[in-house]
């Protein structure tokens, strides 16, 4: 006899802005076996309005604000929404209400925040509680990160990586969010965009062992550094560096490439929304590029994990450890920069190497996954 299948999670939108439009909604619409919306809510009414219009959820579930919301019987979990500085309290609510919680990113907007998130998710033992981080689910960089685990470039010895855009006001984007521009959380930018950097370096080199970083302060569009250079040392052995820019002034375009340099081998990881590429070189001066086109499943296996910890008890990727762990190399990196000096940074607790998400149930990276994933070989040699 077939096991019962299991109802889907009945799952409350706390905030219905930008991050659900764009993100979190077109995953949830291709999970409906796992995921049913049955109450949403959002400080605008406008929001309100716009979130029925676009999904088809009945604006009768509709609720008048959060406290509303956790109140219903007919939630089980809820997804956190909002900007920055109101994400920990609005968790706290939602973890006093019983609910399991889906919370954005970062896990605080500063050190000591980002302790009160490890203290928060202690005291709820009982109540799966994560923090989005797309990063540690995209197929091209768990695809990486198998290939360094099986040894493909030898040891990783070096990390590269400069990433520079122009960041100004643009109508419907998140950088028009008037709590984006003027930042009440420390870091701006490095902390609200930058820390997913920081989880493709920690999902790929490892966690890191000390840090030197500086930052510079040139775009009168937000009220925070716009630049952070960092020279980072793992707790592997390799070293690195990391810069990011975010100029007021155009700039040209950049391939913004990570690259990993091993004793055998070079990875190359490059591309964007449309197309993400991960290249591999080996000592016989040869390549090989796997093209990942069509959706990169970053949103949707993060809610996919998220809802295999609340149905099956499966640990789930994206714990607040690992998120308040990239929280605090932002943290570091300003400290750093205003001390003018290389400095340690502490293990979080629960946190250690970023596990290698996979499918439940599955041996395989991309096991029932939507999505195009192309391979070819080419030579450089002269």
Known sequence: MAAPAIPPIRLGLIGTGLAVEKLHWPALRGLADRYVVTAFTDSAAEQRRRFAGYSGVDPARAAADRAALLARDDVDAVLISVPIPHLYEVACDALAAGKDVFCEKPAGGDAEQAAAFLALAAGHPDRTFVVGENFFYRDDL????ALLDSGAIGRPHLMAWRHAGQSVPRP????????????????????DFGVHHIAQIRLLCGDIARLHGAVQAANSTIDAPSDLALTLVFTGGAIGNYTASFPEIPVPPEPNEMRLYGTEGVLVLAGDESERRVT???????THTTVFRGSDNGYRAELVDFADAVQFGVRPVGSVAQSVANTMVVQRALDSAEQAAALALDPVPGAGPVPLWRPRGSTGLFDGLPGQRISSTASFAA
Request: proline share 10%; no cysteine.
């Open 142 to 145: 768990r695809y990486a990160r």
């Open 280 to 286: 591999r070189s080996s000592p016989d001066a040869t």
């Open 172 to 191: 419907g984007g998140f950088t028009s969010t008037p709590w984006r521009q003027r930042p009440q959380y420390r870091g701006g930018v490095h902390l």
